[in-house]
């Protein structure tokens, strides 16, 4: 007889908890989504940035317009939650310029697929995996350190390699 008092507040609480992140999400200027697609023995990733502030933002280059990495840009972990190794091309470079960002206009949606499978070391066999991204981005070019991150929900999927 007391479960059946405390559940219905259970349901609000939770209820208003799922309101209250949507709200949140609903709330952010600019949004990073992962989709995985794991075929021909490849793991692909789209990034889609949503902007949708009143003016243009810049994200990253490489990952936005890019065809392969060049460093560690997304965090990639095995099922027990240890990163996998970056195996991926290494470029020594200075400092982000503002040549190095894409912008992102006001109430559009930017989408790049990057192919990550030869940049991290996926495991022999069916594996599982988690893949995570920081979402950096500026308001303004001119201002380099000034990144703002808008990370986006981990993304987890199964990959035979």
Avoid: C
Wanted: glycine share 8%; net charge positive.
């Amino acid at each position: 007889m007391h479960v059946k008092r405390i559940l219905p507040l259970l349901f609000l609480t939770l209820g208003g908890l799922v309101s209250a992140v949507g709200a949140v999400e609903k709330d952010a200027t600019v949004r990073h989504q992962l989709e995985v697609e794991t075929t021909e023995g490849k793991v692909r990733v789209r990034l889609t940035v949503e902007n949708h502030g009143e003016s243009t933002i810049y994200v990253p280059r490489e990952v936005a317009a890019g065809d392969e990495l060049t460093g560690r840009r997304f965090e990639v972990l095995d099922k027990a939650g240890k990163p996998l190794d970056y195996t991926g091309m290494m470029v020594k470079r200075g400092a982000l310029t503002a040549q190095d960002y894409h912008p992102v206009a006001p109430h559009t949606m930017h989408m790049n697929t990057i192919d990550i499978t030869p940049a991290y070391a996926f495991k022999k066999g069916k594996g599982s995996y988690e893949i995570r991204y920081d979402g950096p981005w500026l308001a303004d070019v001119g201002k380099l350190d000034a990144v703002t991150h808008s990370p986006a929900v981990p993304v987890r999927f199964s990959f035979s390699r």
